[in-house]
């Protein structure tokens, strides 16, 4: 039990910031489809594109936007540039974050 403010451990309000601004990308729909489909595997912006309903040119910003906040890793074959969700402690979060709000992609993928 807590009996003051001094018995909690809070994070300075850098690691907030980090943290909500990279919760904040989950929050965007072409972002969560994007990162659905990129759970059950690799796959390009074209077909990416196709999955979330959306031009290639958005899904690209967003797939920008997704590797420098670390969600996402790329590469390249030729012209083409293969994604994934990033290895680590980010993409498990990640997949945890779809399987909380009932978003198994292990699960729609074997459907």
């Given at each position: 039990m807590h009996?003051?403010?001094d018995d909690f451990a809070m994070p300075d309000p850098a690691q907030v910031r980090e943290a909500t601004d990279l919760l904040r990308m989950l929050s965007d729909?072409?972002?969560f489809s994007v990162l659905w489909a990129l759970a059950q595997g690799e796959?390009?912006?074209a077909?990416?594109?196709?999955?979330?309903g959306t031009s290639a040119t958005a899904v690209s910003q967003h797939l920008s936007k997704l590797r420098l906040a670390g969600l996402v890793q790329g590469r390249r074959e030729g012209t083409f540039v293969y994604y994934t969700v990033a290895e680590g402690?980010?993409?498990?979060?990640?997949?945890?974050?779809l399987r909380a709000v009932g978003a198994d992609p292990a699960v729609a993928h074997h459907r």
């Open positions: 009996q003051g403010i729909p072409t972002r796959s390009n912006v077909c990416l594109a196709e999955l979330a402690p980010l993409g498990a979060l990640l997949v945890q974050a």
